[in-house]
């Protein structure tokens, strides 16, 4: 069953771009030169539901920028897409207790609390019960390791160990949806193999569908069977990761693909 559909999706800025020093900025009081940034230009895939999908592209390529818009946070300039049966820009209540986001740059945990009570207080947005959620949080707490850390503060806490709460906050209400971006940014290779175990662990159990960018190769490679590449806005490449490394390791067969432009593969 296809659980995410994009068809067509695009998302366009305009900025305006000005030239150093005082006189140029009285200049663009006056007048500015107005540009458009295709981040995302028509870009088309679908997803079956348990599936793990590493969405990869250099920076600026606009991923983050999808997982935005499949997270409803931004409005498409274009295009359409059903994420568990919803428009994800309606912002519907039944979507957004269904799906969770965790942006490695970003953070939900309250800088001056322990994670608990930011656990404590997505059981109460999600409309979670107590029993199920004391067993989840449990759960989630002994596989991540984490249980002499739970009253800690999270300002306290090192990158990794701050990366292993947002990962718990963002399953206290257990979604069949889950948006990572960048969830092993700047970890140590322990703290990265933790947490791709922990990744790869709940799709087992839970049968989540997991679409999941980042730069770091392992990530990719020991969590998914099927990779969608994008470079300036347009898809380069969506099959099976397999396919585009036969002859070459992961870094080489990507960097063909941006170099090229190449459209393969077709939605494995």
């Keep these: 069953m296809q659980i995410i559909k994009v068809e067509n999706l695009k998302k366009h800025y305009d900025y305006y771009q000005k ?57 498409p300039t274009s295009g359409t897409a059903t994420v568990g049966g919803f428009t994800p820009w309606e912002r519907k209540k039944a979507f957004k ?41 449990g759960e989630l707490v002994e596989l991540l390791g984490v249980e002499p850390l ?25 979604p069949k949806i889950i948006f990572l971006d960048e969830p092993t940014i700047g970890l140590d290779f322990v703290s990265q193999k933790t947490i791709r175990e922990f990744i790869r662990h709940y799709n087992e159990e839970t049968g989540a569908t997991i679409l999941l960018t ?4 392992g990530d990719i490679e020991s969590l998914c069977k099927r990779a969608i590449v994008i470079n300036e806005g347009l898809l380069a490449y969506d099959g099976n990761l397999s396919d585009i490394v036969v002859d070459s390791t992961i870094e080489e067969a990507i960097t063909k693909l941006y170099e090229n432009g190449e459209n393969g593969g077709g939605t494995g």
């Design 97 to 137: 207790m269904g799906f969770s986001i965790v942006m490695g740059q970003k953070t939900q945990l309250n800088w001056d609390l322990p994670a608990i009570e930011t656990f404590n207080l997505n059981k109460c947005i999600y409309e979670v019960d107590d029993a199920v959620y004391k067993k989840t949080v």
């Design 214 to 217: 980042s730069h770091y190769v």
């Design 19 to 75: 030239e150093q020093g005082l006189k140029n900025s009285l200049r663009n009081v006056i007048k500015r030169k107005k540009l458009k940034k295709e981040a995302v230009n028509g870009i088309n895939f679908n997803i079956e539901a348990g599936e793990i999908v590493g969405f990869i592209g250099p920076n600026g390529a606009g991923k983050t920028t999808t997982l935005k818009m499949l997270s409803g946070i931004l409005f």
């Design 150 to 174: 739970m009253k800690t503060q999270v300002r306290r806490l090192s990158l990794g160990e701050r990366m292993k709460m947002e990962l718990i906050a963002a399953l206290v209400h257990r």
